[in-house]
């Protein structure tokens, strides 16, 4: 079998779109689980051969336990590979190119998540990573196996950008969300603060609806993780920016550059990852529309929380 690679726009919005569904069926069968895109498929700008890996983290004692109910619930363990009790990899019974690598949290797997972030960040190593695949073109599949395994050796060696992130990144919370063309993708790192449900009636104009719902986190905790290049903003007052796809018109972020920026304000409805809020409240109440019945029991403002 030869090797034939994809370019980016060949694949990754497809990848993405099957995580999603994928992300959806392994947080519910592992609610404890940390689950994370990697693999070229996560890396902008990576050429590949198009299939998708997703990391799923878990307790070491679960790991044995968590192999199980995967194997009953449409994966099964490769057969080539080594199942140790800090990584087994699984494929989707559906054959789709679907790879599960289930890990150790805080194990020595955890660097299928720094080399994601060591291409992510870095421009050169990509380009490099890039052309040893374009060199690998038509060659036999366990030749190319081998020389990418050398190169993510080496690039672990020598890239200390994100070498211990998955250290502080830890358990702690990790959203994802997506425009409704799917371009435009964030990452939340942290903690989601507050929801904001806003009845002002710049927010009545700007999402066509009777009010927008924003989450927000720690400005540190909000990065885009790709379509920078189409987002597009509009100046809605002095101070403040409101975000929006330019591909499919979705409303992205609300930004205050000068007053509030400890803190990132996004519309909370563009997560993909399930997400159930602990606490919420409704401001500019007073230019709600006249029938719109708020009969929830959360904090009500006519402007802003006093
Ligand atoms: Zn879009
Ligand atoms: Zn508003």
Known sequence: ??????????????CYQIFLHYLAQLAELLPHARIEHIGSSAIQGAISKGDLDILVSVDAEQHAASVRLLEQNGFSIKHDSVSTPELSTLLSDVRDGVTIRLIAT??????FVSFRDCMNSNPTLLSRYNALK???EGVAFAVYRKRKAEFILQILKEC????????????????????????VRFEV????????HCHCKQC?????????????????????????????SYQSSDDVKRTFCR????NLQWVNENDYMEYASFCLTLLDTPYSPSNQKHIYCKSKP?????????????VLET
């Open 189 to 196: 790192t942290g903690p989601i603060r507050s929801v904001v």
């Open 160 to 183: 200390e950008c994100s070498k211990h992130q998955w250290q502080t990144r830890g358990l702690s919370e990790h959203y994802l969300g997506s425009c409704l063309c799917g371009e």
């Open 1 to 14: 079998m030869d090797v034939h690679f994809l370019k980016p726009e060949q694949y990754q919005p497809q």
């Open 247 to 250: 591909c499919c018109g979705s």
């Open 290 to 302: 006249s029938w719109l019945k708020l009969t929830d029991q959360h904090p009500k403002y006519a």
């Open 106 to 111: 805080g194990s020595k797997y955890e660097c």
């Open 134 to 136: 374009q060199d690998c």
């Open 204 to 232: 009545q104009k700007g999402f066509g609806a009777a009010f927008a719902t924003f989450g927000v986190c720690s400005f540190a905790d909000f990065s885009i993780v790709s379509g920078l290049d189409k987002i597009q």
